[in-house]
C-alpha cells in the first residue's frame, strides 16, 4: 500500500486517526511536536547518552531511577546492552535496515539487555502517565518481545520492562 512500513507508534496513529497517518505519511505534512513529546525527546536522549558515556553525570530527569542507570551504563560498557537500537523488519519478518527498500516493521528499542545466550530484557522509558495506558504499553512490550525473539534466535526467554520514570514504577 501507500504506507511501506509501520512502527508501533504508527499503528496507534493510525487506529486513532486513519486521515492522520495519510496527512503524515503519504502527504507528507511535518506535525508539530507538543511540549510533552519534546520532552519525552530530551529524556530519552539524555538516558541514551548517560548510558553510553557521552553524559558522565546522572541527569536529574532520571534520578529515580539512578541505580538502574549506573546498572546500564555498566552492562553497556560490559557490551552487554544495547542502547536506542533501531531494528527493522521485511513483511517476511527477515532482519533489514531501518530504511531499507524492503523496511516493513520497525522496532526501536530504548534498552536491550543480554543477561545471557538465551536470556534478553528489553527496556523501555515511559516520560508520559501509566494509568490507562496499561493495555497500549502491553500491546507494544509484546512487539518488542516479538522482534526480539526474531533478531536474537538462540532467545529462550524475552522480559519486557516498561520504566516510567516520572513516577518510578515499572511495569513487566
Not at 512500513?5 to 493510525?14: C, E, N, R, T
Not at 511536536?33 to 539524555?46: C, D, F, K, N, Y
Not at 515511559?126 to 518481545?145: M, S, V
Amino acid at each position: 500500500g501507500p504506507v511501506p512500513a509501520w512502527s508501533y507508534s504508527a499503528l496507534k496513529i493510525f487506529e486513532e486517526c486513519p486521515y492522520r497517518t495519510y496527512i503524515s505519511r503519504i502527504k507528507k505534512v511535518k506535525e508539530p511536536s507538543g511540549p510533552a513529546a519534546q520532552r519525552g525527546t530530551e529524556i530519552h536522549t539524555q538516558a541514551e547518552e548517560y548510558i553510553n558515556g557521552t553524559l558522565t553525570k546522572l541527569p536529574k530527569t532520571l534520578s529515580k531511577f539512578s541505580k538502574d542507570f549506573k546498572k546500564l551504563k555498566n552492562l553497556f560498557e560490559k557490551k552487554q546492552c544495547e542502547v536506542e537500537g533501531e531494528w527493522g523488519f521485511t513483511s517476511d519478518w527477515q532482519e533489514t535496515t531501518w530504511f531499507g527498500k524492503d523496511t516493513w516493521a520497525r522496532i526501536k528499542l530504548d534498552a536491550c539487555i543480554h543477561e545471557s545466550p538465551t536470556a534478553i530484557r528489553v527496556i523501555d522509558f515511559k516520560t508520559g502517565k501509566r494509568f490507562g495506558n496499561e493495555i497500549a504499553h502491553g500491546q507494544q512490550a509484546l512487539i518488542y518481545a516479538i522482534g526480539t525473539f526474531l533478531k536474537y534466535p538462540d532467545a529462550e526467554f524475552v522480559k519486557t520492562e516498561m520504566w516510567y520514570l516520572d513516577k518510578n514504577e515499572k511495569a513487566e
